[in-house]
DNA sequence: ACGCTACTGCGACTGAGTCGCATCGCACAA
DNA sequence: TTGTGCGATGCGACTCAGTCGCAGTAGCGT
């Protein structure tokens, strides 16, 4: 339950929220590449945001709405989409709709997330993975893999000893 | 009444349809797959593998019914979802909904599919592509990636040389 | 402080996917 | 071949994610 209450990171945020310093510095430094690129700042976006970095996991336009009470679910969908445009957030197609995770990360370390179709739980891989296979296509003048966008899909090592 | 009328490759398909040989034994085999794990075989079941086959990339269960009037939508949708868990099909998370496509073929052949994120075409891709990283996750005891059923995004090599 | 215009809230609308139930017909046995 | 049981289908209403157009609000540059 994120609940950015009313008072929604007020002019200064020098007060530090119920969230972890690491996702406040996420979301600032989104906040600031949102405004580079001509893009307003506004206090649902702020929530947005706040909301995407609290998410430990992927997160769904509706789950984010239904955290932000006071966002309508219109804009929810729409900020989104647009953060996704603009590379501050990375979409993936996962069974429950389009997820959403936050692309930008102070420390940059990237990494994979898979899905289990068996608990259907995300599993975070490293961000090399899929290095071989991206270079042998590209080399290969087939496809230029993103990896980022990528869902993987399979068992996690929890389901495959169940097995 | 579900009236696929004749033309539905009834009992010898002597008769070239409009789709290839090799369809028409996948539809075969996926059939026969079918009543040996002890499932019906039916004529609504019969014109779904009939046009899964057909289609050359993935097909979502609303493209399958439209392209089936005669069978009704929710049959389809039934239909698709129980082929894949029994594994004669396979399914992707897709843009546009969940798409799906016959695992069995008769010769076996298999291949990937990744998605341009930009002009949505279907790529096909080779079968090994992914091998690296699935042995690599493997061995890490990461991760058991099954190609079949992940989604690969990116560009294709069109959109990637307009950018 | 002002004005432009991007963004938001709103609520209706669309269409994919689901569900319960009555009926049908496949598969197997006699 | 006919009979029978139960799984599959047709049906249509229902749910709900996601979209759209419009009017009002508020961010940001001046």
Redesign the pocket.
């Known amino acids: 339950m994120v609940h950015v209450h009313g008072t929604l990171t007020h002019g200064k945020d020098s007060h530090a929220e119920l969230h972890d310093h690491a996702s406040a510095d996420a979301v600032t430094s989104a906040l600031a590449l949102l405004?580079e690129l001509?893009?307003?700042?506004?206090?649902?976006?702020r929530a947005?945001l706040d909301a995407l970095a609290a998410e430990h996991a992927h997160a769904?336009?509706?789950q984010l709405a239904a955290a932000l009470p006071?966002?309508?679910?219109?804009?929810?969908?729409?900020?989104v989409?647009?953060l996704a445009e603009l590379g501050i957030a990375t979409s993936m197609h996962t069974g429950?709709?389009?997820a959403y995770h936050l692309a930008v990360t102070p420390t940059g370390h990237e990494h994979l997330h898979a899905r289990c179709r068996a608990c259907d739980r995300i599993v975070v891989l490293p961000a090399d993975s899929l290095q071989t296979a991206v270079e042998r296509l590209g080399r290969a003048r087939l496809f230029r893999l993103e990896p980022d966008h990528s869902e993987l899909v399979g068992l996690c090592e929890d389901c495959a000893s169940t097995d």
């Open positions: 405004h001509g893009e307003r700042v506004t206090a649902p976006r947005v769904t336009a509706e006071d966002v309508h679910r219109a804009t929810v969908y729409r900020t989409e647009r429950g709709g389009t």
